[in-house]
């Protein structure tokens, strides 16, 4: 029987190792919620989570036996502007190479997706930017510098 043309759920999933898979799709609020709380990132209220996590242009979740143990997503306007955020991988799985395999995937999909004028970019929090150094970031200061605005 030939393949149709329409991804399957399968399409969605590489492994990473034995112990672990890649999916492609935004994480539920809950897990969402869990994965920054362990991972040291700030909290979000479920009513912020449940509002923003749909506007996802793109998104993975590592899955090691049935359970989300890392995430990564790409936000954004989808033509000019995009920002990688919520990269977090649970305590008890890291030290493992799953930050890098989210990143992989999402570098790999701006590559293939953004146009080329497109500006990416992504706060990168203590020693993980050694982790961003690696795909080709690189600070803006002193051209410019991160600012935010905290509500």
Known sequence: MARQDRPSQ?????????EYQLVVGTPDVETYRRLRSIS??????????AAGLPNTLHAV????????V????????????YQITDIAVDPAHQG??????????????????????????LIADGPARHLYEKFGFQPTAPA??????QL
């Open 10 to 18: 399968l399409d969605n999933i590489t492994a990473v190792s034995d």
């Open 40 to 49: 040291g990132l700030s909290g979000k209220t479920l009513e912020a989570a």
């Open 61 to 68: 979740t590592i899955v090691s036996k049935d359970v989300t």
């Open 70 to 81: 890392g995430m990564g997503r790409i936000i954004g306007d989808g033509g000019c502007f």
């Open 96 to 121: 493992r190479g799953l930050g890098k395999k989210i990143m992989q995937a999402l570098v790999a999909h701006l590559r293939a997706n953004a146009p080329e004028t497109a500006y990416v970019s």
């Open 144 to 149: 410019s510098i991160g600012m935010a605005l």
